[in-house]
Nanobody, 127 residues
Framework: QGQLVESGGGLVQAGGSLRLSCAASGRTFSNYAMGWFRQAPGKERAFVAAISRNGANTRYADSVKGRFTIARDNPKNTVYLQMNSLKPEDTAVYYC????????????????????WGQGTQVTVSS
């Protein structure tokens, strides 16, 4: 059974940066589009960013566009989320997920399009 394990979360001041990592095991990483979602207390899980199987295409939520960057390293079976200019409203548990939905170049953005999920990592941004 495959696993997704997130790391890199923590506490940061507003305006700061964090880089999240998600290591995949137990499956052929390049067969999956990868995504990041987040869930704040009392809210639904929300799309943050996605990257296609070969890394050629990316998609971002409007709320993070220009501040966050998703990238993947297929030989290392890892996807990253670089988060800059963090705001208190970015505070949430961040989840990575893997998807076989759509074509090779597709960047899935709906939770229903994802097959596997990690356990999440907490990101807290103080004002």
């Amino acid at each position: 059974q495959g696993q997704l394990v997130e790391s890199g979360g923590g506490l940061v001041q507003a305006g700061g940066s964090l880089r999240l990592s998600c290591a995949a095991s137990g499956r052929t990483f390049s067969n999956y589009a990868m995504g990041w979602f987040r869930q704040a207390p009392g809210k639904e899980r929300a799309f943050v960013a996605a990257i296609s199987r070969n890394g050629a295409n990316t998609r971002y939520a409007d709320s993070v566009k220009g501040r966050f960057t998703i990238a993947r390293d297929n030989p290392k079976n890892t996807v990253y989320l670089q988060m800059n200019s963090l705001k208190p409203e970015d505070t949430a548990v961040y989840y990575c997920a893997a998807s076989t939905f759509g074509t090779y170049y597709y960047t899935p953005y709906d939770v229903r399009e994802y097959d596997y999920w990690g356990q999440g990592t907490q990101v807290t941004v103080s004002s």
